[in-house]
């Protein structure tokens, strides 16, 4: 049989399967878990736990986050690390319907990001069970953390990595549907300028405006950008003062970093660490850095895509190599040298909004994505 028939057979599984699919993606959506609201948390991990249950050797460590779940699935020939997260970001209540089905999409909170690509792993166990196909040795994990950074979840995902020949993220693919193989690393900083409180309208000259000094430090921390490089510095969030006629003895401003470039990211932690008061009697307090490197390309990770891209066009449609300035747990796999491949969930729009949603009718197709993938993974090998 053809590469391109044995691709159509799986598509027609994932066809047959879809009503269950979306029941499946019904029941977890309508489990409300925005990171830190541990009882939805903690409900979600227990209906995954169930779900995969008897899929693979299936492990749970508890942590501060909520719980990661780890499964091993045993296969042959190369190692594949599969990420997902099933926090969200909406709080609790923040939809109406947790659940509508509209024209074509389906919306809901996560439901894009990213729990219907979480459950396309789920899915693609389920096939390769009922099929019998030949496919790598697995390792699953799904963490509880994403949306804030993955803080807890950090030494579990590279823990995996360390053990695994290519990662797969079943996050989104860019909106054009193309999968991913290039992210920004994203970092934050949160400085802290401490200045000298005095009476504005008595002694004025006794204080150290701590906003003012913060203002000086905005324009040089602009200043660092690279905008031809891709690299931004956002002085998004600023605070500071008590009172209107009291001097402000501390502000504080919030700093978003993204870029290509590990180099880059790094100038930039240099530059703001560097950073000095422009006023006799301020000081100057930074927090934070790097959080997720860059996911850079590597010739691995795009042959890799190459092989992705090639059942694709088996599939029916076609990907370019997509680069988005968000950030995800493939940035960590990728940093530590495995091929990496990101953007393998579900096709929708307005990932963090309360109009997130997918587009059903194109659900088969990228769950026949991922399971052909891992069977070709083997084949290739």
Do not use: C
Not at 4 to 15: G, H, I, K, P
Not at 148 to 176: C, K, M, N
Not at 205 to 211: D, F
Request: cysteine-free; hydrophobic content about 40%.
């Amino acid at each position: 049989m053809s590469a391109q028939a044995r691709a159509q057979d799986t598509l027609a599984y994932f066809e047959r399967h879809l009503d269950a699919y979306l029941t499946d993606l019904r029941e977890l959506v309508e489990i409300e878990s925005p990171t830190h609201h541990l009882p939805g948390i903690k409900k979600a991990a227990l209906w995954l736990q169930t779900q995969f249950a008897g899929l693979g050797e299936l492990r749970r460590f508890e942590t501060e986050a909520g719980a990661v779940l780890r499964l091993f699935r045993r296969g042959s020939g190369p190692r594949v690390l599969l990420l997902a997260h099933y926090d969200t970001v909406h709080p609790v209540g923040s939809w109406k319907k947790l659940w509508r089905e509209e024209r074509g999409r389906i919306y809901g909170p996560g439901v894009y990001d990213m729990k219907a690509g979480l459950l396309f792993i789920l899915w693609a166990l389920r096939y390769l069970g009922d099929s019998g196909a030949e496919h790598p040795n697995l390792e699953v994990l799904l963490t509880p953390d994403e949306e804030v950074g993955s803080v807890t979840s950090r030494i579990f995902i590279e823990d995996a990595a360390r053990g695994a020949d290519y990662a797969l993220v079943l996050e989104p693919p860019t909106g054009a549907g193309d999968l991913k193989v290039h992210r920004k690393g994203v970092g934050w900083y949160k400085l802290r300028v401490h200045g000298k409180a005095a009476h504005q309208g008595v002694e004025p000259e006794k204080g150290v405006n701590a906003i003012v000094e913060a203002a000086h430090q905005v324009l040089r921390v602009v200043e660092a950008q690279d905008l031809e490089k891709g690299t931004t510095l956002g002085p998004n969030v600023a605070r500071g003062g008590t009172a209107g006629n009291v001097v402000a003895d501390y502000a504080e401003v919030l700093v978003d970093l993204r870029a290509w470039t590990l180099e880059e990211a790094e100038r930039v932690d240099r530059f703001m660490r560097a950073l000095e008061p422009v006023q006799p009697g301020a000081r100057l307090e930074l927090e934070g850095g790097l959080n997720r490197p860059p996911m850079e390309p590597t010739p691995e990770s795009l042959a890799l895509f190459e092989l992705a891209r090639g059942v694709a066009r088996d599939l029916g449609f076609d990907s370019k190599p997509g680069k988005v300035g968000g950030g995800s747990d493939g940035n960590f796999t990728a940093n530590l040298g495995v091929p990496t491949l990101d953007g393998l969930g579900a096709m929708g729009a307005d990932a963090h909004q309360l109009s997130e949603r997918i587009v059903t009718a194109e659900l088969p197709r990228r769950m026949a994505l991922l399971a052909e993938l891992l069977t070709r993974l083997v084949r290739d090998a």
